[in-house]
């Protein structure tokens, strides 16, 4: 659900998310660029290690992505719906 995600958390600060989200999209709207620290504290994530858990969704099939040309997105609502089900590990 929507309401259960801050905006902050959204691509472009929650003001207009797509329909197709891009990976860097699903990264950022998944949380998967973030590491919660044990004070409490967030910093980001290495690139390669937010890409290699995304793809660990897709092969665990929690998440499918969409091939567009060359390019791969996701659809806004699955990754909607996978985060309303608490089934995203974080990495």
């Known amino acids: 659900m929507i309401s259960s995600v801050h ?10 998310v797509p329909p197709l ?8 709207l998944l949380r998967l660029d973030v590491v919660t620290k044990t004070d409490g504290t967030e ?9 290699r858990s ?19 997105t996701y659809a806004r609502h699955e990754v909607l719906e996978l985060i309303s089900s608490g089934s995203e590990d974080g990495g």
């Open 7 to 16: 905006a902050e958390h959204f691509p472009n600060g929650g003001s207009v």
């Open 21 to 28: 989200l891009t990976p860097g999209e699903t990264i950022q």
């Open 43 to 51: 910093e980001l994530r290495a690139v390669g290690d937010a890409l």
């Open 54 to 72: 995304l793809e660990r969704l897709v092969s665990q099939k929690k998440l499918r992505p969409l091939k567009l040309g060359k390019s791969r």
